[in-house]
């Protein structure tokens, strides 16, 4: 099945930082999701980017798919920020999500 | 609108007795998932519906793990004779399609089963 690797496991950010988190996927897809889990567990949603390039306020995110990689920018990192992301590409024709094992994000004040 | 909610947000229970867990997903969405997050075993799929029929339950654990959805809305995740290694948080996502997996699944905040 396909594979997905994400780096770095964790990152410590001093408030205003910015960093960039990869996401790379073993095989061709049609799809690609971010997620932002926050402290109480909740998945949020950040984008749905099977390729090119989107930005949604400090974050932005680009998806290379012939290099199978995806990158998440945060910019001017918040101690809200804090928290694992994970990117998650479909399977099979169902669409079941593999995810990556995510990045753990500690944004310090 | 309502995203997908689940119910309880909390279980804890004894070694050996049943769950249940519930799940409504976003109003309209043909296709629902469940998935589990394990301290170790990050984020499994389990089963997914399309409709009220489920086309792919290969992530199911073992036989003690059942699902079922009605009317194309609410699903049921139940587990029999649980074990301590069946703690964790069990999400639900749903998602417009499905088939083809081109569409955006939403999640909801999960259960949190502890096993005693």
């Known amino acids: 099945g396909i594979q997905v690797e994400q780096s770095p496991p964790d990152l410590i950010l001093q408030e205003g930082a910015n960093s960039t988190l990869r996401c790379n996927f073993s095989d061709s897809v049609n799809n690609l999701q971010w997620f932002h889990q926050n402290p109480w567990g909740q998945l949020i949603n950040l984008f749905y980017?099977?390729?090119g390039t989107k930005q949604n306020g400090r974050l932005s995110a680009t998806t290379v798919a012939t290099e199978r990689y995806s990158l998440l920018y945060i910019s001017s990192s918040q101690t809200t920020d804090s928290g694992v992301y994970f990117c998650?590409?479909?399977?099979?024709?169902?669409?079941?999500?593999?995810f990556g094992q995510g990045t753990e994000l500690s944004v310090k004040p | 609108g309502a995203g997908v909610s689940q119910s309880p947000s909390n279980k804890v229970t004894e070694k050996g007795k049943d769950v249940e867990l519930r799940c409504d997903p976003i109003s309209g969405h043909t296709a629902l998932y469940w998935y589990r997050q394990s301290l170790g075993q990050g984020l499994e799929f389990l089963i997914y519906f399309q409709g009220n029929s489920a086309p792919d339950k290969s992530g199911l654990p073992s036989d003690r793990f059942s699902a079922e959805r009605t009317g194309g809305s609410v699903s049921t995740l139940t587990i029999q004779r649980t074990q301590q290694e069946d703690s964790a948080v069990y999400l639900c996502?749903?998602?417009?399609?499905?088939?083809?997996?081109?569409?955006?699944?939403?999640f909801g905040p999960g259960t949190r089963l502890t096993v005693l």
């Open positions: 996502a749903s998602s417009l399609v499905g088939r083809g997996g081109t569409d955006t699944q939403y």
């Open positions: 980017i099977p390729s």
């Open positions: 998650a590409v479909p399977y099979n024709q169902g669409g079941k999500l593999i």
